[in-house]
């Protein structure tokens, strides 16, 4: 939960640690996908609650616990589910929300697997799809009708750096329907943009990216209010992609760091974009904190650094 007295560094140390009770500084990794109740009435009120800590390893561990509650508090939300990828996040968010004969409504200029993904499970739960180009704001407002019950958005886009200005479609969504609005928020860390405070009902990322932030685990994160939530974590303990409770680990150890990682990244990757901007083999440099980024006062509003990804063209192909 968000401490809102708490600088984001301090969050990422100190967030979920009501999830180790061990007093170990370090939290010990728990194996266990069984546990023992003290009587049959605290069996019974652990199987009622889907939060559990420790009633049957599908549901997930503290590990698991712990690494969402860091999560919540970085992104300023009630709760938070972890998943076995970022994929998995996506997955479960799509088959929390939608029924057949939804409406969605997705962007095709986004990490291409995540594009696939989404017309594959629309396909096969009958879902109508509506992809549209993020880079046109009428986009949306041209596609989302009152049976629109998802509309997606990833920003900044894998690779293309594309922003989504997320207060505009967050309220384009309300004006136009009840649909819960999904942000993959990856490329920018919560350290950079809190799609949440700017109106988006659901944040999402593959924590294999910046979250872990060392390249040793595959990992997937979605965030929002207690509602959404439950909805997420019930269909996550029916299909089960949960992360093993050591990747859990690594990533409560890894995100520790993500706020001195993220401000390096920001200052290493905007000195290289204008290194570029001014070299004469390049013809086209798309980072969002170069003034000359078409959408460089969307950046401004809503991130408050461009992220580590950097995109160029070469003059002469
Ligand atoms: C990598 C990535 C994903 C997919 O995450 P995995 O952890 O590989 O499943 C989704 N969205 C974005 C923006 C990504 O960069």
Redesign the pocket.
């Known amino acids: 939960m968000e401490n809102k007295n708490r600088g984001f560094q301090t969050s990422c140390i100190h967030s979920g640690e009501e999830w180790n009770k061990s007093g170990h500084l370090s939290p010990p990794i728990c194996q266990s996908t069984a546990f023992e109740f003290p009587n049959t009435e605290e069996g019974a009120r652990r199987a009622a609650d889907i939060h559990a800590d420790e009633f049957y390893g599908r549901w997930g561990s503290r590990n698991e616990r712990e690494f969402e509650a860091i999560i919540a508090a970085l992104e300023g939300a009630e709760d938070a589910v972890s998943t076995s990828?970022?994929?998995?996040a996506?997955s479960m968010v799509f088959h929390a929300l939608l029924q057949p004969g939804d409406h969605c409504v997705a962007v095709h200029n986004?990490?291409s697997?995540?594009k696939i993904l989404i017309e594959e499970l629309c396909k096969q739960h009958s879902v109508e799809l509506t992809m549209i180009s993020s880079e046109d704001i009428e986009n949306y407002r041209n596609a989302i009708n009152p049976n629109t019950k998802l509309v997606y958005a990833?920003t900044p886009?894998?690779p293309t750096i594309t922003l989504v200005d997320i207060q505009e479609v967050s309220r384009i969504t309300k004006e136009q329907s009840d649909a819960i609005f999904v942000v993959?928020s990856?490329?920018a860390t919560p350290y950079n943009q809190q799609p949440l405070k700017l109106g988006a009902d659901i944040v999402l990322h593959?924590?294999?990216?910046y979250i872990g932030g060392h390249s040793d685990v595959?990992?997937?994160v979605c965030a929002g209010n207690k509602d959404l939530m439950s909805k997420v974590r019930k269909a996550f303990s029916f299909h089960g992609p949960k992360l093993d409770p050591f990747a859990a680990w690594l990533l409560c150890r890894g995100v520790r760091t993500l706020g001195l990682r993220v401000q390096k990244h920001n200052e290493n990757a905007l000195k290289i974009a204008t290194f570029l901007e001014n070299h004469p083999m390049v013809n086209k440099v798309y980072y969002p904190f170069l003034k000359s980024h078409k959408q460089h006062d969307i950046a401004a509003r809503q991130m408050t650094g461009g992220g580590g990804m950097v995109c160029f063209e070469v003059k002469a192909g």
């Open positions: 990828s970022g994929l998995a996506i986004c990490y697997e995540s990833e886009a894998n993959d990856t490329f593959s924590a294999t990216k595959v990992a997937g």
